[in-house]
Structure formats: C-alpha cells, structure tokens
C-alpha cells in the first residue's frame, strides 16, 4: 500500500525558502511520476510541480517557474519541493501525489491522474 507522508512545512517571511518533503513507501517507485499540488482557502487544488521518479525532467506550474525545484532521492525513496523567493500567493496546503499512470512522454500535470496523496502540509508565508 503506497504511502506518502509530507513534511517541512510552516511560517516563513516574504522572499525566503522551505524545503517540503515527501516520504513515500509501500512500492518500488521507478516508475512513478510524482507531483507535488497546493490547495488554498476557497481554491481548487492546482498543480505546482512535477517529474518522473527516475527522469531528469521537471515540470511547473506557471507561477512557480524558477522558484521552485522538484527532486527526488532515490536512496531514501523521497520527493523534495524546494520553494524560494516565496510569495504570500504561495500560501496554502502542499500535497504530494504519486501514480504508475505515466505517459510515453511528459508526465501528468492534472489532479485527476494521480492515484495517491499524502495527508498535506501547510505553508504560511507573512508578508
């Protein structure tokens, strides 16, 4: 059964950084492609980033675009979302999401497409 556990999450100033975490177990991950998604007060869910768990590739939503950077560690079989230059727009809960249903090329980008998330952590940035 797969699990995801996120972490790192909590208040930050305008224009500083966090580095989420996302534990995932339960599976053999290769052939995963992970995301990451945030869901504010009112607001649907939107994507934020996105990559195959063995590709180089990465994907990002638009208004994370060289802010934010998603990498996994294969050893310790977790995905990281790096965040800087963070925004009070960036506030909300962050999700990890995972699934097998991997495209020939790219990697999905809808919430709908994947089959696993963690419990969500929360991000606060004060300006």
Known sequence: QVQLV?????????????RLSCAASGRTFSNFAMGWFRQAPGKEREFVA?????GMSTY???SVKGRFTISTDNANDTVFL??????????????????????????????????????????????
Do not use: I
């Open 6 to 18: 996120e972490s790192g999450g909590g208040l930050v100033q305008a224009g500083g950084s966090l």
């Open 50 to 54: 996105a990559k195959r768990w063995s």
């Open 60 to 62: 990002y939503g638009d």
């Open 82 to 127: 790096q965040m800087n230059s963070l925004k009070p727009e960036d506030t909300a809960v962050y999700y990890c999401a995972a699934t097998r249903a991997v495209p020939p090329f790219g990697v999905p980008l809808k919430k709908y497409e994947y089959d696993y998330w963690g419990q969500g952590t929360q991000v606060t940035v004060s300006s």
